[in-house]
């Protein structure tokens, strides 16, 4: 089942603008992660905001967590055609599992178009 | 460089055959996990693993199964390869928590089984 649902779907702009993705999820989670994939690649991970923290930065990028509104963002500043690439978020859950945990559900994604 | 290693990068197989779908990973991670990717479908859990012959089903099991004998090395099996089983392949590992860690994803595998 998805739990992360990204918005939007697509999204285009130009070369030093400010790029914003949005990610709503259902449950209570431990943590949420955004990732990066390039075409046809595998994922990279982004950022990690725990439940208790409301925003974090990491360079050009910067997270914010709502979980009274069960919702995430992703801004990225002055963005690049080198940041075109599809963005998902992923759902840790409130539960970990003795001996293992930290099994992610991911969303799926926001497709981003940096054009010079 | 640490990193996750998926054995091929395209493959093509018959319907009916028996795929194997290698990753290793060189970090000493305790978890590993495999995904699919499918258009408008995001990333569905597989299966995944805690330890060595350690193994737990995902949301989308059927027609599936892995194999970790060894703790750097995580295979899924495809028991009798079927078109609707063509998809991208996502291999990924971490360390268990707390703290929590992201993963760590191989570069995938697209397998289209004719």
């Known amino acids: 089942s998805q739990q992360g649902e990204e918005d939007p779907q697509a999204l285009s702009i130009q070369e030093g603008e400010n790029a914003t993705m949005n990610c709503s999820y259902k449950t209570s989670i431990n943590n949420l992660q955004w990732y990066r994939q390039n075409s046809g690649r595998g994922l990279v991970h982004l950022i990690l905001i725990r439940s208790n923290e409301r925003e974090k930065h990491s360079g050009r990028l910067r997270v914010t967590l709502d979980t009274s509104k069960k919702s995430s963002s992703l801004l990225i500043t002055a963005s690049r055609a080198a940041d075109t690439a599809s963005y998902f978020c992923?759902?840790?859950?409130?539960?970990?599992?003795?001996?293992?945990?930290?099994?992610?559900?991911f969303g799926t994604g926001t497709q981003l178009k940096v054009e010079l | 460089d640490v990193k996750v290693t998926q054995s091929s990068r395209y493959l093509v197989k018959r319907t009916g055959e028996k795929v194997f779908l290698e990753c290793v990973q060189d970090m000493d991670h305790e978890n590993m996990f495999w995904y699919r990717q499918d258009p408008g479908l995001g990333l569905r859990l597989i299966y995944f693993s805690y330890d060595v012959k350690m193994k737990e089903k995902g949301d989308i099991p059927e027609g599936y199964s892995v194999s970790r004998e060894k703790k750097e090395r995580f295979s899924l099996i495809l028991e009798s390869a079927s078109t609707n089983q063509t998809s991208m392949y996502l291999c990924a590992s971490s360390l268990p928590p707390p703290p929590n860690y992201g993963y760590t994803f191989g570069s995938g595998t697209r397998l289209t089984v004719v």
């Open positions: 992923a759902t840790d859950p409130t539960i970990i599992l003795t001996g293992g945990g930290n099994k992610l559900t």
